[in-house]
Each structure stands twice: as C-alpha cells, then as structure tokens.
C-alpha cells in the first residue's frame, strides 16, 4: 500500500491488538452533545463501541441546523443528547447509545470504562477530570475552539486536565488559551472536529483494548488552519489537588530509598 507503518497494524490498519468484543461491550461516558460530540459519537461507533451514555442539559437551536452531524429541522427544540442519541440508535440500528439529559454532576453511577469530554465548558471538564481521577476511570479531555483543537488523555497515575489547566494559565504558552478562558469561544469548526474526535475515539478504542502503555502523552494540539499537530509535555503539577494519593505514595517511596529499604 505504499505506506510504511512502525505501528505494527496489519495492512487494513487494524492494531494487532484490538479486540472488538472488548469495544463492544466498554461502558463509554460521552459528556456534551455538540458538533464535536457528535462527531465523537460517530467516531466511537466507527470503532466498535456499542455502549455509549451521552450527557448534554442543552437543547437544539434554529442556529445549530447544518452545524451538527446528528440532528435536523425536525430537531429544534428538543434535548441535544436526547436526539443525537436517539438518532444515532435509529441511523445505527444499534441500540445502546442512549442519554442523559441533564448536567453531568446529576449522575449517580460512574460504572464507565472509559470517558470522552466534549464539552466547551471548562466548569465541567473539571468536574468530569476531578471524578474521572477519583473513580480511576481513563478521561479523555477534548476541546475545539474555531479551527484549533486539543486533546489530553488522563490515566490513574500522571498528570490531569487540570495540571494542565494550571500550567497553560500561568505560563501563558502560545498556543492554548482559549480553552481554558471563560471568553466567548469561536464555533467549532466541523473539519476540525472530525479530527479531534478521530484522535480521542482512537485514545478511547486504546483504553478499552488494555492498552493504555499506547495512549498519547501530555497535550496534544491540532490546527486546523495548517493541518500541524504538536504535542506538549506535562507534569504533575504540584498545586493541583487530584494527585493526593500519588503525593503520598512518593514521599514513601523517598523516604525508603533513603533507608535503603527500596
Ligand atoms: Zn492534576
């Protein structure tokens, strides 16, 4: 086929390890139900995953018509996750995207192998970043912004989207900042969506197959403007209240090198 691959996928591009029953069965939790969610959910459902929640408490506006992949005229007015999901199901034949409506903190159960965040709210990627590091679930964070976009995939140990969140705020590093502003944002572009959610559903599908050794680290930057993608390091930023644990376990582990006891 011409194209040299260090990967290992096999010639259709299927990783050696994908395991399709795996991804059919991942509970997958998909927060916001926008144009870039919907381009997640029909990058997840390109993929293999068959169960996915998805949670939005917007509705569906005259303005929206022709910027969102899922819905239609019919649509106006009702819930965004109700009709995407409902949609989805019906385009799919596949019965197991299904919705919330409602603002994501209204969730009792947190029974998810993984989650996407799609949403342009910073309040609740922090919020679904803060449960996703609590119950241990790997978190996607994904944002776009015009024809920029962003995607952070975060594990039990490392650093969160918050770390990053910290860092981009006082470093002021030229490439982020509209994310994490609460300024009005430029509407999403959909050619940049659709590559943002292609990376984060390949993040996911790596995380639903026990790869998660494979997942990108720290920040990844898409332009859509010039097609660049760049990826900026992130640590654990000390401040930031979701590494408690992690604190704790590495003064331990310093305090037993210095004994010689490690
Ligand atoms: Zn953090």
Redesign the pocket.
């Known amino acids: 086929m011409g194209v040299e691959d260090p990967s290992g996928q096999d010639g259709d591009g299927i990783p050696s390890w994908y395991d399709g029953n795996r991804v059919a069965k991942a509970r997958v939790l998909l927060v916001g139900a926008g144009s870039l969610g919907e381009e997640t959910a029909l990058a997840l459902y390109g993929r293999g995953f068959r169960r996915v929640l998805m949670v939005d408490p917007g509705t569906v506006g005259r303005d929206d018509i022709g910027h969102l992949a899922l819905v239609g005229e019919e649509d106006v007015g009702g819930f965004r996750s109700e009709v995407s999901a409902k949609n989805m199901a019906a385009s799919t034949s596949c019965p197991g995207f299904t919705y919330h409506v409602g603002r994501v903190r209204e969730l009792e159960g947190w029974n998810f192998e993984v989650i996407v965040g799609c949403t342009g709210d910073t309040r609740t990627r922090l919020f679904v ?1 803060g449960r996703a ?1 609590l119950y241990h679930i790997p978190y996607v964070d994904t944002a776009v912004d015009g024809k920029r976009g962003k995607i952070q995939t ?1 594990l039990a140990a490392g ?6 969140m ?1 860092r981009f705020r006082t470093r002021g590093l030229n490439a982020r900042p509209s994310f994490e502003q609460p300024a009005p944002r430029r509407r999403v572009d959909p050619q940049t969506a659709k590559v943002v959610a292609s990376m984060a559903s390949e993040e996911a599908l790596r995380i639903a197959c026990g790869r998660q050794d494979l997942c990108t680290k720290g920040v990844v930057y898409y332009d859509g403007a010039d097609g660049s993608v760049r990826t900026i390091s992130l640590n ?2 000390p401040r ?4 408690e644990g992690e604190r704790w376990k590495q003064t331990l582990k310093s305090l037993m090198q210095g004994t010689g006891r490690l």
């Open positions: 970043n590091r975060v650093p969160c989207a918050e770390c990053g910290n654990v930023d930031c209240s979701n590494h």
